[in-house]
């Protein structure tokens, strides 16, 4: 019967591998067929991308606590690049591309290629992820077919200032133009609760997977609070957010900062009607939110595009929300969506 053939068949195969198998472990040879049903690359990028964000959040904590930032202006004062936006995104960028060398890999810091310090590279990688299953929608992802958007030292103007709460490290995954994956690292997360605590954390997710390493909340049903910059406000972000008819304002630094806010209650949307935000300020928070059933777009309610050959910035501003995403999108005055085009 075709059940039966199938059934031996099926035993025929596994006979065979697992001599196949005995065979290679007596002369310390590792098949190929072994190989391939290891972690997917998506899963190993991911856990790599988890224990490089930690090792650039320990970049950034030594260069504050060494006390010579070296602080540059890029295009205007508000505008700025440390020492440690510097050496965090080598350390990331390099240490990536000596692991999955077909990458795509876009930083944010303009800077000459030189050769990185062996300190610098992270070459480990965080094994409780690859115990995770890979969603089947990316188990057949190319390394190739992969953009990573990497910000460095999200939050820069907050660091120099010593708003170090608002600092994260972002490193996004994007394919076919969607952000997918994504890391986020806190390097200054509990700075504030004592010598003996624990700080830092980094939180990481995948869509049709979830998203970990932080504890969900949502604002109390029926308050509105906005979340916007601090730094890099103007007379659209004040009105857009204005007509939001909030409860309550914060204006903080970092775009990683403020989808954390979201996920963890502290506020119900992030509002920032203005050119400024660029790819990979959102790549990496978008997925994280997403992840968690929230939404991410432009103020027109477009999606963004990752694609390597997309422009850097978001020039018509963002607009995310954990929860009740309409509500925020059809206060955006129309004033305000002419203002800014996609």
Same mark, same amino acid.
């Given at each position: 019967?075709?059940?039966? &053939?199938? %059934?031996?068949?099926?035993?025929?195969?596994?006979? /065979?591998?697992?001599?196949?198998?005995?065979?290679?472990?007596?002369?310390?040879?590792?098949?190929?067929?072994?190989? @391939?049903?290891?972690?997917?690359?998506?899963?190993?990028?991911?856990?790599?991308?988890?224990?490089?964000?930690?090792?650039?959040?320990?970049?950034?904590?030594?260069?504050? *606590?060494?006390?010579?930032?070296?602080?540059?202006?890029?295009?205007?004062?508000?505008?700025?690049?440390?020492?440690?936006?510097?050496?965090?995104? #080598?350390?990331?960028?390099?240490?990536?591309?000596?692991?999955?060398?077909?990458?795509?890999?876009?930083?944010?810091?303009?800077?000459?290629?030189?050769?990185?310090?062996?300190?610098?590279?992270?070459?480990?990688?965080?094994?409780?992820?690859?115990?995770?299953?890979?969603?089947?929608? &990316?188990?057949?992802?190319?390394?190739?077919?992969?953009?990573?958007? =990497?910000?460095?030292?999200?939050?820069?103007?907050?660091? %120099?200032? !010593?708003?170090?709460? /608002?600092?994260?490290?972002?490193?996004?995954?994007?394919?076919?133009?969607?952000?997918?994956?994504?890391?986020?690292?806190? +390097?200054?997360?509990?700075?504030?609760?004592?010598?003996?605590?624990?700080?830092?954390?980094?939180?990481?997710?995948?869509?049709?997977?979830? @998203?970990? !390493?932080?504890?969900?909340?949502?604002? +109390?049903?029926?308050?509105?609070?906005?979340?916007?910059?601090?730094?890099?406000?103007?007379?659209?972000?004040?009105?857009?957010?204005? @007509?939001?008819?909030?409860?309550?304002?914060?204006?903080?630094?970092?775009?990683?900062?403020?989808?954390?806010?979201?996920?963890?209650?502290?506020?119900?949307?992030?509002?920032?009607?203005?050119?400024?935000?660029?790819?990979?300020?959102?790549?990496?928070?978008?997925?994280?939110?997403? @992840? =968690?059933?929230?939404?991410?777009?432009?103020?027109?309610?477009?999606?963004?595009?990752?694609?390597?050959?997309?422009?850097? #910035?978001?020039?018509?501003?963002?607009?995310?929300?954990?929860?009740? &995403?309409?509500?925020? *999108?059809?206060?955006?005055?129309?004033?305000?969506?002419?203002?800014?085009?996609?």
């Amino acid at each position: 019967a075709k059940a039966r &053939y199938w %059934t031996r068949r099926g035993t025929w195969i596994y006979d /065979n591998a697992l001599l196949l198998l005995l065979k290679c472990l007596w002369s310390n040879v590792v098949p190929e067929f072994i190989m @391939a049903s290891g972690n997917t690359v998506l899963m190993r990028l991911v856990a790599s991308a988890y224990s490089i964000a930690q090792k650039a959040g320990m970049i950034v904590r030594r260069v504050i *606590a060494e006390g010579d930032l070296g602080i540059v202006e890029k295009t205007c004062a508000t505008d700025l690049q440390t020492k440690a936006d510097r050496l965090a995104q #080598m350390s990331i960028c390099s240490s990536l591309a000596r692991k999955f060398p077909k990458l795509t890999i876009i930083g944010e810091e303009d800077l000459p290629s030189e050769e990185v310090d062996q300190e610098l590279i992270e070459d480990s990688q965080w094994e409780e992820i690859l115990k995770q299953p890979c969603p089947s929608q &990316y188990s057949s992802i190319k390394e190739e077919d992969l953009v990573v958007w =990497v910000d460095p030292l999200d939050g820069t103007k907050e660091y %120099t200032e !010593g708003l170090l709460d /608002n600092v994260t490290v972002l490193i996004g995954i994007a394919y076919e133009g969607k952000a997918i994956a994504g890391v986020i690292n806190q +390097p200054y997360y509990n700075y504030e609760a004592g010598p003996d605590a624990v700080l830092g954390r980094t939180i990481w997710g995948v869509l049709g997977l979830g @998203a970990f !390493g932080f504890q969900l909340k949502e604002v +109390p049903a029926g308050k509105h609070i906005i979340t916007t910059t601090r730094s890099h406000s103007n007379k659209l972000v004040t009105d857009c957010v204005t @007509a939001m008819n909030p409860d309550a304002v914060l204006r903080v630094g970092g775009a990683g900062n403020k989808i954390i806010q979201l996920i963890e209650g502290k506020a119900s949307a992030y509002v920032f009607a203005s050119p400024g935000c660029k790819k990979w300020d959102t790549c990496a928070p978008e997925v994280i939110l997403h @992840a =968690v059933g929230g939404k991410l777009t432009d103020i027109h309610g477009n999606v963004l595009q990752y694609h390597k050959d997309v422009k850097h #910035m978001n020039s018509a501003g963002v607009l995310a929300t954990l929860r009740n &995403y309409d509500y925020y *999108a059809s206060r955006v005055p129309e004033s305000i969506k002419n203002a800014l085009v996609p």
